[in-house]
């Protein structure tokens, strides 16, 4: 091989090295334009934008909103709360259900989706299981407890954009499978307005 050869051969797996380092370097989150390198609690009581709908076996549960106890992002890519709380909550199919449902302690990764968006997976801490849904009703079809177990998948669509607020929208379809409750899928739609308690504008890049 000529020296001219040798020379481009090695700048081309300089290029490609570059390029590969590039592809895998991991978003994170960003706080005031700095990556985030100690905890960061969100505010807590965060502001509804669209109401939660909740679907399993036939069955719709809406809620008002849906909080967020003690969350908070941490450095790198991952997000934690002690339970995601659905408030004032009530079922329609000849059903009732609890006011207010609760999720286990859950953990949270986001990656990067679409043009600005982020994608944020919310799974349980330990184990499988992710909530229950207690439901009564003589002509209820999913009378008694229904134990939900999987994931859910929830956007944030500026998630790239530094903001105050962000937007953290559920978007759980029955056809994906990925959150069941008494054996059958379970859909989760609504989302809420979430800030960090600093009251500094944060992204995920």
Do not use: Y
């Amino acid at each position: 091989m000529s020296k001219k050869l040798a020379i481009a051969a090695c700048t081309g797996l300089l290029l490609l090295s570059a390029l590969a380092l590039t592809s895998t370097a991991s978003a994170q989150w960003m706080v005031n334009g700095t990556n985030l390198t100690t905890n960061q609690a969100l505010a807590s009581g965060a502001p509804t934008d669209k109401v939660v709908e909740i679907k399993v076996a036939g069955v719709a549960v809406v809620c008002a909103g849906v909080e967020l106890t003690s969350p908070q992002i941490e450095p790198g890519d991952t997000a934690s709360t002690s339970s995601l709380v659905f408030a004032n909550c009530s079922a329609n199919g000849g059903c009732t259900i609890e006011k207010n449902i609760h999720t286990v302690p859950l953990t949270a990764t986001a990656t990067l989706g679409g043009t600005l968006a982020a994608n944020i997976i919310f799974k349980p801490k330990t184990k499988t299981v992710f909530g229950t849904l207690k439901f009564e009703g003589a002509e209820c079809p999913l009378l008694g407890t229904q134990v939900a177990t999987g994931s859910a998948k929830f956007l944030v669509p500026t998630g790239r954009d530094e903001k105050l607020f962000q937007a953290l929208e559920a978007e759980v379809t029955e056809a994906s499978g990925e959150l069941k409750a008494g054996g059958s899928s379970v859909g989760l739609t609504g989302s809420s307005l979430l800030k960090l308690s600093t009251d500094l504008p944060w992204s995920f890049l």
